[in-house]
């Protein structure tokens, strides 16, 4: 299975893809986690330039295009060989991240922003996208629990920009039937058991 996680900064999907392993570790399958941007040697190198925070006057166009080159490269050169290998796949973000924050929350025409998706990725779409989903106000506390001088590029945004990513995952959510969606100021133990679930589902109907 390729399994991907969504949902503004903040909102706990790292912390769900690491119990998601050891679940499915514990089931004896081979599981490889990646992240976005990154994964790769080039991918990782592309991270580099993204987030950090000197980089305050990058264009909106040359951001959606870097996230795009490095999500292209980790898919012909890690997310696919694994899938060919019957590997479970779970990606810290994959392009449903750029409709949210390029196209909703940069403002890029969002067929625009399809053609660059589809170009980067091809056919190689998520069985099943976990959108973790919390206020951007729980965000915002988050964060400053984080504190400023952690914060990268990305992160440092403001929150009438989250608002707009997160009605672009709720959008995304209302049209993709692979989007379950997650209450993700539920305890951690209550969104792991929750994520179980739907997978255990997914498996079941392909095994009919």
Do not use: C, W
């Not at 984080?146 to 049209?175: C, P, T, W």
């Amino acid at each position: 299975m390729f399994i991907t996680f969504e949902g503004i900064d903040f909102s706990g999907k790292s912390t769900q893809v690491k119990l998601l392993r050891k679940y499915l570790n514990n089931k004896n399958k081979k599981v490889k986690i990646i992240r976005e941007p990154g994964g790769t040697k080039i991918s990782e190198l592309v991270r580099t330039i993204l987030l950090n925070k000197a980089h305050n006057k990058m264009t909106i166009e040359t951001e959606i295009f870097l996230f795009s080159a490095s999500r292209s490269q980790l898919v012909r050169q890690k997310i696919r060989p694994y899938l060919e290998q019957g590997i479970y796949v779970i990606s810290d973000r994959f392009h449903d991240s750029t409709t949210a924050y390029q196209g909703f929350g940069r403002g890029i025409p969002i067929e625009a922003v399809k053609s660059i998706n589809r170009l980067a990725i091809g056919d190689t779409i998520p069985d099943l996208t976990f959108f973790i989903d919390i206020p951007v106000e729980e965000a915002e506390r988050r964060k400053k629990k984080k504190g400023k001088s952690r914060l990268d590029r990305i992160e440092m945004s403001e929150n009438n920009f989250y608002q707009r990513v997160r009605s672009g995952y709720m959008h995304l959510a209302e049209k993709e039937k692979r989007f379950k969606v997650i209450n993700g100021t539920l305890r951690i133990n209550e969104i792991h058991d929750q994520i179980i679930d739907e997978i255990e589902l997914y498996e079941s109907k392909e095994s009919l």
